[in-house]
């Protein structure tokens, strides 16, 4: 009767709906003001570098977040096939970041360095050539279509206006990222040198296999082989009791 009583009366049961989630709200948010740990110091973490982040926009606008996560779990299981379990810094330039649960296909959190620019090249062109068993679609306009460079210092502004350490001008943020990073990663990620940057590093790696030619496929596999690379995971091999876990 008296549950009865209070799904009849619109007012109380309104009350009592906000009292439940006042109060789980409370209990999911407050307790991360007084954890020190939930985002790792992890100085090594880097933003992308205009060619990382044009491959890492093309990898959105593809849609291969809907069917990889890189968000590897503490769980033995996890670490064992994917290596060490995600750390939130390594998220902290990742605008949105990609972790998620959705794996119809592998965990991408430490793919970088794991396989060649080629194999790349050929799984994404067509998968089943090197992975038989694999559902995922073909991408053979990657290696087809030029990489859109008009928008790329627009793009490093949209991202520095939030929190993106991207520089405009040499002060002291740029010097602080050559004392971070060192000279050359402070000068590919400063925006007036963006596009110059960008073709240097495409040249110097030459990720599609075609030096004659600038294509979404060589963005796309740079942003591919930086993914885990940054971190030294050794120093991390034990996690600490108390240390926060990436999520």
């Keep these: 009767m008296r549950h009865e009583n209070i799904e009849k009366n619109i007012g109380l049961m309104t009350i009592l709906t906000l009292i439940v ?5 409370l209990v999911e948010i407050v307790p991360l003001f007084y954890i020190d740990d939930t985002v790792e110091k992890v100085e090594d973490v880097r933003p992308f570098t205009p060619l990382e982040q044009r491959g890492r926009d093309i990898y959105v606008s593809e849609g291969c977040y809907l069917c990889h996560s890189q968000q590897v779990r503490p769980f033995r299981d996890e670490q064992i096939r994917y ?7 390594e998220s902290k330039y990742s ?4 972790w998620g649960s959705k794996r119809t296909g592998p ?3 430490r793919v970088g360095g794991k396989y060649s620019n080629a194999w790349h090249v050929q799984h994404l062109i067509a998968p089943r050539s090197v992975v038989p068993e694999s559902v995922m679609p073909n991408y053979p306009h ?11 210092r627009d793009r490093m502004h949209a991202l520095k206006t939030v929190g993106v350490p991207y520089t405009e001008e040499k002060g002291d943020l740029y010097r602080k990222n050559v004392e ?5 990663v402070a000068e590919r990620l400063h925006i007036p040198n963006a596009k110059q940057s960008l073709l240097a590093e495409a040249k110097q790696g030459n990720f599609d296999g075609d030096p004659s030619r600038l294509t979404e496929m060589d963005a796309l596999v740079a942003y591919l082989q930086v993914l ?20």
Excluded: C, N
């Design 142 to 152: 990657l290696m087809e279509d030029e990489l859109e460079t008009g928008q790329l």
């Design 107 to 109: 965990d991408l959190a």
């Design 180 to 184: 971070r990073w060192g000279k050359q």
């Design 95 to 98: 605008h949105p970041f990609q």
């Design 83 to 89: 290596g060490h379990y995600s750390l939130a810094a």
């Design 228 to 247: 885990g690379t940054m971190v030294d995971f050794d120093e991390y091999s034990e996690p600490k009791q108390g240390r926060a876990r990436g999520f």
């Design 21 to 25: 989630i006042s109060v789980g709200g």
